[in-house]
């Protein structure tokens, strides 16, 4: 007997956009590049599900929603998150933050247990092993539920497919028919009432009516034909402008490379496909000297360091901006130290105050920390000591602290 083909909506979504990507990442197993939108997306729908959660008794507060985003947004760096640099990192940090405040105050008042959460569900279909996961169901008493949706894109819109697979999958699934009996034991079958995309930038909720039979047939009759298709190994390339201006493989696609692609497989071929297969032999290099190999070093030290110079200044200012004092990459924590300093910039004035105050022995040379060094001194006259606080000017210096996380 054959095996069921694992089936998703987004597995359909990705064959009708072009059966050659639907290859690459399910028959050749090469993963997509990370996407900064799917990594939002993923940390908000962590957070709606510790919200409702229904196996917690109590609701979690703001603070401890926040906590908890913080908490997951950090264990990945940014460009794992597939986010071009820190600066965009950190300003999608804090509209996820913001979308969770906004969403407690428009809600916090009316949190209640739904039916499930982020419920994975498997339902063997018609050939089909049809994996979904639902964000939220309400129940509605009667047999009857809610899907809600999450969406967290620029924008949000009906997407029939999405809402029909929905139906199909929870009116036919025993494991969430089994999960509302529990609730209203006399309940003989499930009917979807409502599905709903919820928009969480924006706190807007589309809510569309259940899908009349004769659509979900029609529905069904096309993931069917789709399926035959994977199964038959039809997987010419669909190639147009915006979908092919974005793909991951691209490099590897036989539109743009005039061959069919038969590299390695899995995760472990992305990097190694993306090369040529075949390089023509290098001469061998001549021995370095141990003069060579100190300079090398030396300069590669010199161009690390200037590096993290750099870098340190970067996060300083970014941190400063969006008034972070504490911040977690995937290894190293950061964290700001400030430290009060006193500057004197009219040096002329401060030379020549020394000179009446009698201190400018005392400095032999009136740099900076020469002069700031008199206010410390146990010698010199408090008086003293005040004239040329007065000359001075408070400045902060802010300083990066790096620690590695264990």
Known sequence: ??????????????????????????????????????????????????????????????????????????????????????????????????????????????????????????????????ISILDRIDYLGDGKV????????????????????????????????????????????????????????????????????????????????????????????TPGENQCRWCDYRNLCPVFTGKEYNGPTGYAARNASLTPAFTAAAPAPEPKTAQDEISEKIDRCGALLDEAKQLQKEIIALMRTHNFERHFGKNYKAELSRIEKLEFTDKAKVVELLRTLKLLAKVLVPTQSTVAGLLTDASVPSEAKEKLRAFAVKTEDVKLDLEKVE
Request: with cysteine; proline share 6%.
């Open 1 to 130: 007997m054959a095996r069921n083909l694992s089936f998703s909506y987004s597995k359909m979504g990705m064959y009708k956009e072009c059966p050659q990507k639907y290859k690459f990442r399910y028959v050749h197993m090469l993963p997509e590049q990370p996407k900064y939108y799917f990594a939002f997306g993923s940390a908000l729908h962590e957070v709606m599900e510790y919200i409702y959660n229904p196996a917690n008794p109590a609701f979690p507060t703001l603070a401890e929603a926040l906590a908890f985003f913080e908490n997951h947004w950090n264990k990945t760096s940014f460009d794992q998150k597939g986010y071009a640099s820190v600066e965009k990192e950190l300003a999608g940090f804090a509209e996820g933050r913001r979308i969770i405040e906004t969403y407690y105050a428009k809600h916090a008042a009316d949190f209640f247990h739904p039916l499930s959460v982020e419920m994975k569900s498997t339902l063997d279909i018609d050939g089909l092993s049809l």
């Open 146 to 237: 809610k899907i809600l949706d999450y969406k967290t894109g620029k924008t949000v819109q009906r997407e029939p497919d999405q809402l029909y697979m929905y139906q199909k999958v929870v009116e036919n699934s025993p494991a969430i028919k089994s999960l509302v009996q529990q609730k209203d034991p006399g309940v003989k079958e499930l009917r979807v009432e409502q599905l709903s995309f919820y928009h969480l930038p924006t706190l807007h909720e589309m809510t569309f009516e259940r899908a009349p039979d004769k659509e979900i047939f029609e529905f069904w009759q096309n993931v069917l034909t789709v399926a035959d298709n994977i199964r038959a190994g039809k997987f010419n390339p």
